[in-house]
């Protein structure tokens, strides 16, 4: 069971907009930034975005996150094929002192 | 262009030992925590362990607390991580990754491709 929460599968049709939830607690995304990855199949995990909502350099600007309380949201807009991955949250935890990541969501683009 | 490449990993029994090295590049090291990621075969991503840039903070998951060691050394530009008593739930591809910051920030901003660890008898 991971300590942060985030549904296993999202899917949309091209064009669309999805959100994918990260339900956490007042240790982690309470009170620490949230960042979020996104790792195509057979590649490395890549940093999309970063403490809260930050863009890493290179990424769209399709991609948008909120944040409020103890969850996050990253939103996607105007799905396109190459977006099919695997997104994680991850949040510092202050009561276990250890960096938490999400279950993890597949993205399908239909 | 920063760089990390990991080595040693392979195929350990039950209770061995195996020592992973990441050599890293394109970056000034000594101003960057770094980590160990794992991710076993399937599954999701799982954090092992994290330094800073000075060695002072380190910290681990519970689920290697008292089994693996983290450790730095800036002047070769290098990160190790020393596995003892493994189990089979320790199979994974592990991850060097450097951190954004000189701290535990968690925005992880450059990833390895991975060394593959197998525990099996």
């Known amino acids: 069971q991971s300590v942060l929460t985030q549904p296993p599968s999202v899917s949309a049709a091209p064009r669309q907009r999805i959100t994918i939830t990260c339900s956490g607690g007042?240790?982690?995304?309470?009170?620490?930034?949230v960042h979020w990855y996104q790792q195509v199949p057979g590649k490395a995990p890549k940093l999309l975005v970063y403490?809260?909502?930050s863009l890493s350099s290179g990424v769209s600007d399709r991609f948008f996150t909120f944040k409020s309380g103890t969850s996050a949201s990253l939103a996607i807009s105007g799905l396109q094929s190459e977006d099919e991955a695997d997104y994680y949250c991850?949040?510092?935890?202050?009561?276990?002192?250890?960096?938490?990541f999400g279950g993890g969501t597949k993205l399908t683009v239909l | 262009e920063v760089q990390l490449v990991e080595s040693g990993g392979g195929l350990e029994q039950p209770g061995g030992s195996l020592s992973l090295f990441c050599a890293a590049s394109?970056?000034?090291?000594?101003?960057?925590?770094m980590h160990w990621v794992r991710q076993p075969p399937g599954k999701g991503l799982e954090w092992v362990a994290g330094?800073?840039?000075?060695?002072?903070?380190?910290d681990y998951a519970d689920s290697v607390k008292g089994r693996f060691t983290i450790s730095r050394d800036n002047a070769r530009k290098s990160l190790s991580l020393e596995m003892n008593s493994l189990k089979i739930e320790d199979t994974a591809l592990y991850y060097c990754?450097?951190?954004?910051?000189?701290?535990?920030?968690?925005?992880?901003?450059?990833w390895g491709r991975g060394t593959p660890v197998t525990v099996s008898s």
């Open positions: 394109g970056f000034a090291f000594d101003d960057y925590a």
């Open positions: 990754v450097k951190d954004k910051s000189y701290s535990s920030s968690g925005a992880l901003d450059h």
């Open positions: 991850a949040s510092w935890d202050d009561t276990l002192r250890t960096l938490v």
């Open positions: 007042t240790s982690n995304i309470g009170s620490n930034f």
């Open positions: 403490d809260d909502h």
């Open positions: 330094i800073r840039w000075s060695s002072v903070n380190i």
